[in-house]
């Protein structure tokens, strides 16, 4: 069964600091891989997607992530932290064995210290 | 743009009361989603539909059931709503598979307190 695994439900940076937040999946067939932002009290909007082709994908407000076969991973980075960026954060997979539904982590809470 | 409307962003009902949530999705989607949301839970999948008429249970239907009249609405139906069932819910809408850009696009949530 799909799976996605979001280690730390918190982190905390400061401001200007390298953003990392893990997003470890399982899948028996190429995986479609997402991650997603909330902020308080609004739903969840897209940040990037990795379907096909390069596994470098740059998102909205300068965050990437890298698919990593071999690792079974999906990082998400963003070089420099901004106030902005203090919301949760959710890693989603689907494949085709999953019937058009999405998997979601448990979501990582981000906090960026001034 | 699409654009996925949810009736109401906040709802307080009290226990027992039948409760209706709906959703709308203005890109012609096939498939509609329901989740719930909870601390430290994540997002829970309760109902999914991949056309008019058609459903699925997802994760967590218990106490829930769902109408698909029309493609672009799908509704969410508490039949008698519990205390336990005070969550976030969030609708999402979707392509099919390999018929265009893969990605779900989210309402606003509706935030219900059951009483």
């Known amino acids: 069964a799909q799976s996605v695994t979001q280690l730390g439900s918190h982190v905390s940076v400061s401001e200007g600091a390298l953003v990392l937040l893990r997003c470890n999946y399982s899948s028996s067939v190429p995986p479609y891989l997402f991650w997603y932002v909330q902020y308080p009290n609004q739903g969840l909007q897209l940040l990037l997607k990795y379907t096909t082709g390069a596994t470098l994908v740059k998102g909205i407000n300068g965050f990437e992530a890298e698919f990593k076969k071999s690792e079974t991973s999906f990082h998400l980075t963003k070089p420099s932290a901004h106030m902005s960026d203090a919301a949760e954060y959710f890693c989603a997979v689907s494949d085709l064995n999953t019937g058009n539904q999405f998997y979601f982590g448990t979501g990582t809470s981000l906090t960026v210290i001034p | 743009d699409v654009k996925v409307t949810q009736s109401s962003r906040y709802l307080v009902k009290r226990t027992g009361e039948k409760v209706f949530l709906e959703c709308v999705q203005d890109m012609d989607h096939e498939n509609m989603f329901w989740y719930r949301q909870d601390p430290g839970l994540g997002l829970r999948l309760i109902y999914f539909?991949?056309?008019?008429?058609?459903?699925e249970k997802g994760d967590i239907p218990e106490g829930y059931s769902v109408s698909r009249e029309k493609k672009e609405r799908f509704s969410l139906i508490l039949e008698s709503a519990s205390t336990n069932q005070t969550s976030m819910y969030l609708c999402?809408?979707?392509?099919?598979?390999?018929?265009?850009?893969?990605?779900?696009?989210f309402g606003p949530g509706t935030r219900l307190t059951v009483t």
């Open positions: 999402a809408s979707s392509l099919l598979l390999g018929q265009g850009a893969y990605e779900q696009y």
């Open positions: 539909s991949y056309d008019v008429k058609m459903k």
